[in-house]
């Protein structure tokens, strides 16, 4: 095992380095007296310095996604429902743990506990210390969390619910402080793209979770010197996604910057480039700032235009589009919330399956979400479709179906009889 981990790091240390150097500007043309990081005649790199901010957005959401639900699939090799757990002397050894369906729900809700009370507070957290720092804040809380929770989980399972808990405080900056640097970094002529690329990394972080998660348990390392439980290879899905987690981290803080201002390796031209488009994009909001406006578009704000545009609490409060679309994105994460932490343990429960099958069959619908995202961004954003519906209709259309879909297709699971259903 040790071998195999020491692989794993020289071969992460060796891809970024490799990421460095594509990014990284020529050494030959900085002189002595010119420092580092205000060079502001940088020749253009091979990758653009947006698109590592996107590169690297897109891993970050892979791993903050696999540390949300690898308990998921984690659950199905720890417990069993109203079953008991036997010593190495049995004849048919159990799951390490014996917890009750509230229990079940309880870890499986805990992390949103967190994530709900983070997510005011975190966009002022962003403003206030920098979004590239929040995140990496964040990022780094998660992953500590995550080699923690074996340990915890046999300590206590009160201790495990409060570490969930703040597992989930930690990822509640996520999406309010890469927004914040969507803001700063991502010309408008890109934004759909980028968006897409970087959050289509949510998915591919669920994927991973129930198909690497599913193996590792299976086949993993962990087993107690004490007793053999079936099922005792859970610890390392919450150490390998840790420590994958933890290397996301570093390269993170190492690669991206809070803007193209301070950015040491982006060349003139890119950061003239973003900061004009930003700066005419600034004028357009302040003068076309309406309502509908400011649900879609706050988050995309640079900070100075954010502190000049009062926010109009009491319109917003009372702003019947508003609180529609609150009310689609409450009832779309209930459903795939649901789906994504119950999913896997109802495989095994009512259709019976093995760990690795209940991984796979529960990876599916993201593998099918991530692919239609980007298949349908490309065709909304060709001529034969942009040409002939308007922006407004085509972002009902999709919605409308991203909706009502898998809320149909949800409700027809619980009235399959086999997996092939």
Request: charged share 15%; aromatic share 14%.
């Amino acid at each position: 095992v040790c071998v195999h981990w020491r692989a794993c790091v020289c071969v992460c240390l060796n891809l970024c380095m490799c990421l460095y150097i594509c990014t990284c500007m020529d050494m030959s043309t900085v002189t002595s007296d010119i420092p580092f990081r205000s060079c502001p005649d940088v020749p253009c790199s091979c990758i653009g310095a947006r698109w590592v901010f996107t590169i690297m957005g897109f891993f970050v959401f892979v791993s903050l996604y696999a540390l949300r639900f690898n308990v998921s699939i984690a659950v199905v090799a720890m417990t069993t429902n109203g079953s008991t757990n036997h010593h190495r002397n049995g004849t048919n050894p159990g799951p390490e743990f014996v917890w009750t369906a509230s229990q079940l729900g309880y870890v499986n809700s805990a992390f949103f506990y967190g994530y709900l009370a983070m997510s005011l507070p975190a966009g002022w957290l962003a403003g206030r210390f920098g979004a590239q720092r929040t995140l990496s804040v964040g990022m780094l809380l998660s992953s500590i969390a995550c080699l923690l929770t074996p340990v915890v989980a046999r300590f206590n399972f009160e201790a495990l619910f409060l570490l969930r808990v703040v597992q989930g405080l930690a990822q509640g900056v996520a999406f309010p402080a890469y927004s914040t640097l969507l803001g700063k970094w991502v010309p408008r002529k890109n934004i759909e793209l980028i968006v897409t690329l970087a959050y289509s990394g949510c998915s591919v972080g669920i994927i991973l979770s129930f198909t690497v998660g599913s193996t590792l348990g299976e086949h993993g390392f962990g087993r107690s010197s004490g007793f053999d439980y079936d099922g005792d290879n859970w610890p390392s899905i919450f150490y390998v996604f840790g420590c994958m987690s933890l290397i996301t981290t570093f390269v993170w803080i190492f690669f991206t910057y809070e803007s193209p201002a301070v950015h040491p390796r982006i060349s003139r031209a890119e950061r003239q480039e973003i900061e004009k488009d930003l700066i005419g994009q600034e004028k357009k909001n302040l003068k076309e700032f309406t309502l509908l406006d400011i649900f879609p578009l706050i988050a995309f704000f640079p900070a100075r235009v954010r502190k000049k545009a009062t926010v109009p609490w009491r319109s917003i409060l009372s702003s019947l589009p508003g609180w529609a679309m609150f009310a689609a994105q409450t009832a779309a994460d209930y459903g795939d919330f649901t789906l994504l932490t119950s999913v896997p343990k109802y495989y095994k429960d009512v259709h019976g399956e093995d760990l690795m099958d209940s991984g796979l069959y529960s990876a599916l619908p993201s593998a099918t979400c991530m692919i239609c995202s980007v298949a349908i961004s490309a065709f909304v954003n060709s001529h034969v479709w942009r040409d002939n519906v308007s922006f407004l209709v085509s972002r009902k259309i999709f919605t409308a179906i991203a909706t009502f879909g898998p809320a149909v297709f949800l409700i027809g699971a619980a009235y399959t009889t086999s997996k092939v259903q």
